[in-house]
T-cell receptor, first 115, second 108 residues
Framework: DAMVIQNPRYQVTQFGKPVTLSCSQT?????MYWYQQKSSQAPKLLFH???????NEADTPDNFQSRRPNTSFCFLDIRSPGLGDAAMYLC??????????????FGPGTRLLVL | RKEVEQDPGPFNVPEGATVAFNCTYS??????FFWYRQDCRKEPKLLMS???SGNEDGRFTAQLNRASQYISLLIRDSKLSDSATYLC?????????FGSGTRLSIRP
């Protein structure tokens, strides 16, 4: 009965080696988000999709890309991971109704380690 | 200045105590407010939404003051299991901003 699923839970990659993290949801929510969270810091929004509309945060590095092939799935691609990209990556979903973004539901996160 | 600011703590209080956290936000266009709880190395989980009139859920009470742009969370009769980081969230139609969180530690 998991609602937001992230795979893998732990990912080890090498410096500069592309990596893809995946997220899927069973809630049929129209908004999906990717956050980066480092130790003792707030989750930092990287980008979000409202249906197929992609919204990139101004300070998200070009190294981070995303794809949403359908309502249920969303991917985070890190083209050339650096040591500073080691973090927890959280996927979240919400409904957007009218002008308001509703409650977010988070997946368990993928912890990325860059060697 | 951060868009959502919280006292990082840690708050270290005895079991059974009452503890309160405040959070301020700078975006006057913020419409919805939430408190999330995050345990160590886990994802944030919704604790409660915050409504204009204030709302209560068991031992937890949330208040919103739009004029002063702050949100508060009160925990009564704290339990050991309340130990966590509490994240304040302010959202508008286009943005969701998290605070850095306030760490709470309940001691026996």
């Amino acid at each position: 009965d998991a609602m937001v699923i992230q795979n893998p839970r732990y990912q080890v990659t090498q410096f500069g080696k592309p990596v893809t993290l995946s997220c899927s949801q069973t809630l049929n929510h129209n908004v999906m988000y990717w956050y980066q969270q480092k130790s003792s810091q707030a989750p930092k929004l990287l980008f979000h999709y409202y249906d197929k509309d992609f919204n990139n945060e101004a300070d998200t590095p070009d190294n981070f890309q995303s794809r949403r092939p359908n309502t249920s799935f969303c991917f985070l691609d890190i083209r050339s991971p650096g040591l500073g990209d080691a973090a927890m990556y959280l996927c979240a979903t919400s409904k957007r109704a009218g002008g308001a973004l509703e409650t977010q539901y988070f997946g368990p996160g993928t912890r990325l380690l860059v060697l | 200045r951060k868009e959502v600011e919280q006292d990082p703590g840690p708050f270290n209080v005895p079991e059974g105590a009452t503890v309160a956290f405040n959070c301020t936000y700078s975006n006057s266009a913020s419409q919805s407010f939430f408190w999330y709880r995050q345990d160590c190395r886990k994802e944030p989980k919704l604790l409660m939404s915050v409504y204009s009139s204030g709302n209560e859920d068991g031992r937890f009470t949330a208040q919103l003051n739009r004029a002063s742009q702050y949100i508060s969370l009160l925990i009564r009769d704290s339990k050991l299991s309340d130990s966590a980081t509490y994240l304040c969230v302010a959202s508008s139609a286009s943005k969701i901003i998290f605070g850095s969180g306030t760490r709470l530690s309940i001691r026996p």
